[in-house]
């Protein structure tokens, strides 16, 4: 089966959240499999020249785009076996980010135009195009409209992942004719309408063969109209073709055994207590083994619960915990935390930046990950937490919810510590829970980090579930 990924990002060519570190390792874990798998990504300008002098040249072709005809070029770099797939059109893609462009409409028109147009010149003709997200939304539609006929392309199935349904690439109208060449026959409340405008991703919802989400509860959640943006009604229709599988997390990479970029390897509450004691050094906080270190690594958006954390921030800080964050994001989250900073010099410490190498510090170096998300389609740090033996607090939604089990003090079940409703105080409560348990039953919190840092959540499993989802597919199941 030969399968290629269609994305906007993948590690470690370009990353900008969660989406580039699935795209990186999934296609990795299916090829562990079996499977053939290549991936397909704009040629951005931001690409690290160490990639670039490698490429392989293919060819160059014209991409209709509306009314026009648009230069495309096809370059290749293989990839720990994986063939990467870069198109090129520096018009697009030559500038600094991947997002956040006024043009992204047509930018991405253009690369889901472009991905079906470069097919033919690829090694392996796909039996499936996995569509990830909005930017590669339109590839099931484009697919359907312009190639259904043409032999090459008619046996060709698609799969379409909803990384996180709040980001939707909707645009006017117009790009009906101006971008896509398509006529009003796919301008419908079953098409592409959405509320009088165009939307991207329920192109992909309304024309891939297949959809998929990243856990369980997050697809059972969008269908519901508080989780599903507006289209809970839409996905109900499409609920039997919708399926949740939880993302995995390269555990090579984030392996404390042998993670170069943390202060010293561990595989015990002794060696990640040594962590701690670097982290509370280079951070400037006391250096206190009895004093819980809490933190977040996160974009500080309202989706992760910023809200709730500000709210009983005091009555954290009255548990006697150090507290550290890194991310960057809205500016009235920044400067809260900067004003915490300035409040409580000996116990907050707000890196406000992002940088992997400290991301695992913080993972190896921290007690306890808060994850009191309002929203979390899957979500990665709970489980990059486990696997350093840091618990998490979370609320139960989405992936939070099927990868986060509460620990049970009774019976000892369970591998972290979790709360329903978003509701501030559930929060606090639950830190206190989690505080009291570090404090009074050292013994208990020993077993309970000796236990996560032992699960499981490598891609092997999730990768499965997959290559079972495409067999069905192609056989028609």
């Known amino acids: 089966m030969n399968i290629l990924f269609a994305a906007s990002e993948c590690a470690p060519f370009v990353k900008t959240g969660g989406l580039g570190d699935v795209i990186g390792a999934l296609p990795l874990s299916l090829t562990e499999e079996g499977a053939n798998v290549s991936v397909v990504l704009p040629k951005y300008g931001d690409l690290s020249q160490h990639y670039k002098d490698q490429m392989e040249w293919i060819k160059s072709i014209e991409v209709p785009v509306g009314w026009r005809s648009k230069f495309c070029g096809i370059e290749k770099y293989d990839y720990q076996g994986i063939t990467v797939y870069f198109l090129d059109n520096e018009y697009y893609f030559k500038r600094h980010g991947s997002y956040g462009f006024g043009d992204d409409g047509e930018r991405f028109a253009f690369f889901s135009r472009a991905v079906l147009e470069a097919l033919p010149y690829f090694e392996n003709q796909p039996d499936l195009i996995h569509c990830h997200d909005w930017q590669t939304g339109l590839i099931p539609v484009l697919l359907k409209a312009h190639y259904e006929k043409h032999p090459f392309y008619e046996n060709i199935k698609t799969v379409f992942t909803i990384h996180n349904l709040r980001y939707q690439g909707v645009y006017s109208k117009s790009v009906l004719s101006d971008l896509l060449d398509l006529s009003e026959l796919y301008y419908h409340m079953d098409g592409l309408e959405f509320y009088g405008n165009v939307s991207y991703l329920k192109a992909g919802l309304a024309y891939a063969d297949c959809l998929t989400t990243v856990s369980k509860t997050y697809a059972a959640e969008i269908q519901t109209p508080y989780y599903g943006e507006n289209l809970d009604g839409f996905l109900r229709k499409r609920g039997t073709e919708l399926s949740g599988i939880v993302n995995g997390i390269d555990d090579f990479s984030y392996n404390p055994e042998r993670d170069e970029q943390i202060f010293m390897p561990y595989t015990d509450s002794e060696g990640k207590m040594a962590n701690k004691k670097h982290l509370q050094e280079i951070l400037g906080l006391p250096v206190r083994d009895d004093v819980p270190i809490i933190s977040i690594v996160t974009r500080l958006v309202d989706q992760k619960g910023i809200d709730l954390i500000l709210h009983i921030f005091h009555e954290m800080m009255g548990q006697n915990v150090q507290f550290v964050v890194l991310g960057t994001g809205e500016q009235r989250y920044e400067d809260s935390f900067r004003y915490f900073m300035d409040v409580y010099p000996e116990k907050v410490s707000a890196q406000l930046y992002f940088d992997e190498t400290m991301a695992r510090k913080i993972y190896a ?66 830190i206190e829970q989690a505080v009291a348990l570090y404090r009074f039953e050292p013994k208990k919190w020993k077993d309970l980090v000796a236990r996560v840092m032992a699960l499981d959540f490598s891609w092997t499993a999730s990768s499965q579930q997959y290559l079972t989802l495409y067999k069905d597919l192609m056989d028609g199941i």
């Open 365 to 430: 170096g921290s007690d306890m990950f808060l994850m009191p998300s309002a929203f979390e389609p899957c979500g990665i740090g709970q489980l990059l937490a486990f696997r350093y033996g840091t618990l998490p607090i979370v609320r139960e939604t989405g992936g939070l919810k099927d990868t986060v089990i509460p620990y049970n003090r009774f019976t000892g079940e369970g591998n972290g510590f979790s709360f329903a409703n978003y509701n501030a105080h559930e929060l606090l409560y639950t």
